[in-house]
């Protein structure tokens, strides 16, 4: 059974933006942090942002703050990141994650901390 599916992802032009969703289980939804992160192609898989449990507390780091959203819909357990002014450096791998004891720069920073991943989605930027 797969605790966290993502969707969302797909080409976009320089300067458009995606809304990427991640659909959680009940459980993991209730009861863990959720987060963001993408790898491009080469490269290390890299942290971009997170939410509390609670919906009460999100990070985000530099070099998408400002740019992207992070938000929970407890209506449907998914966790939203509205994904603004897209540039082609932004292509990657979009995942979502589960973490239930480590939150911010701690997780973010420390992929290997998170418990659950999604099995990732595709953001291609390019004209």
């Known amino acids: 059974q797969l605790q966290l599916v993502e969707s969302g992802g797909g080409l976009v032009q320089p300067g458009g933006s995606l809304r990427l969703s991640c659909a959680a289980s009940r459980f993991i939804f209730d009861n863990y942090d959720i987060g963001w992160f993408r790898q491009g192609q080469g490269k290390e898989r890299e942290g971009l942002s997170c939410i509390s449990r609670s919906g009460g507390s999100t990070y985000y780091v530099d070099s998408v703050k400002g740019r992207f959203t992070i938000s929970r819909d407890n209506a449907k357990n998914t966790v939203n990141l509205q994904m603004n002014s897209l540039k082609p450096e932004d292509t990657a791998v979009y995942y979502c994650?589960?973490?239930?004891?480590?939150?911010?720069?701690?997780?973010?920073?420390?992929?290997?901390?998170?418990?659950?991943w999604g099995q990732g989605t595709q953001v291609t930027v390019s004209s």
């Open positions: 994650a589960a973490a239930r004891s480590f939150y911010g720069s701690s997780w973010l920073n420390q992929p290997g901390r998170s418990d659950y």
